[in-house]
């Protein structure tokens, strides 16, 4: 089945840098990969997602790249704040039907103020 | 609007006592559904998903059982818990039919002393 991986799995930011957290994605047919910002106690929420047919998508400071040759994907958070702490996750899929996830292990991102 | 509702929020349960989670989803018809688990600084895994009523799935071999009885309510369940089973559950769900955003409840935070 579909595997994802995550790296690295903690970040550390001055802020106003740059973040990038990247995955790689084991099935070639994943078509639909989401990136999550889960804060502490609460539920992931999406925050961005790139489908296959597009290679890259920009909302405000927040960037996703795909590869599909590589299977790789790449976030980007630019201009970074102490809000955006928090932990990340990528996911990747590739069923229409169930819509099924499969997460990567997360990123710990901390923005030293 | 659709909301999702999980309950409770925190669990303290002996080893050996039965599970009983809950979650329910409104403002819409026929989600796909789904509970995750996570284990500390782990990531997101898929222990069950449904596509309608009755329609159970389950990723990973384990104590747990899940059930559908009805169309936005999806139950995860346990006749007798293992300290393993210690973790953060998420529910969720998505539109059905296409690789959409899932959407997370708050979570159950769940301690088997």
């Known amino acids: 089945g579909e595997n994802v991986e995550q790296h690295p799995s903690t970040l550390s930011v001055q802020e106003g840098d740059s973040a990038v957290i990247k995955c790689t994605y084991s099935?070639?047919?994943?078509?639909?990969f989401p990136w999550y910002k889960q804060e502490l106690g609460k539920g992931p929420q999406l925050i961005i997602d790139i489908r296959s047919n597009v290679g890259e998508k920009k909302d405000q400071r927040i960037a996703v790249t795909l590869n599909k040759t590589a299977k790789h994907f790449s976030l980007h958070i630019t201009e970074t704040q102490p809000e955006d702490s928090a932990v990340y996750f990528c996911a990747a899929s590739l069923s229409s039907n169930t819509g099924k996830l499969i997460f990567g292990q997360g990123t710990t991102l901390q923005v030293k103020p | 609007s659709q909301t999702i509702h999980q309950w409770p929020a925190t669990l303290v349960q002996p080893v050996g006592s039965p599970l009983s989670l809950e979650c329910t989803v409104e403002g819409t018809s026929n989600p796909n559904l789904y509970w995750y688990r996570q284990a500390a600084g782990r990531g997101l895994q898929l222990l069950f998903y449904s596509v309608g009523i009755g329609q159970i799935s389950s990723e990973v071999p384990q104590n747990l059982s899940a059930s559908r009885p009805q169309d936005r309510q999806f139950i995860l369940s346990s006749k007798k818990l293992l300290l393993s089973d210690s973790g953060f559950y998420l529910c969720?769900?998505?539109?059905?039919?296409?690789?959409?955003?899932?959407?997370f409840g708050q979570g159950t935070r769940l301690t088997v002393v």
């Open positions: 969720a769900w998505s539109v059905p039919g296409g690789n959409t955003e899932a959407f």
């Open positions: 099935d070639s047919a994943s078509n639909y």
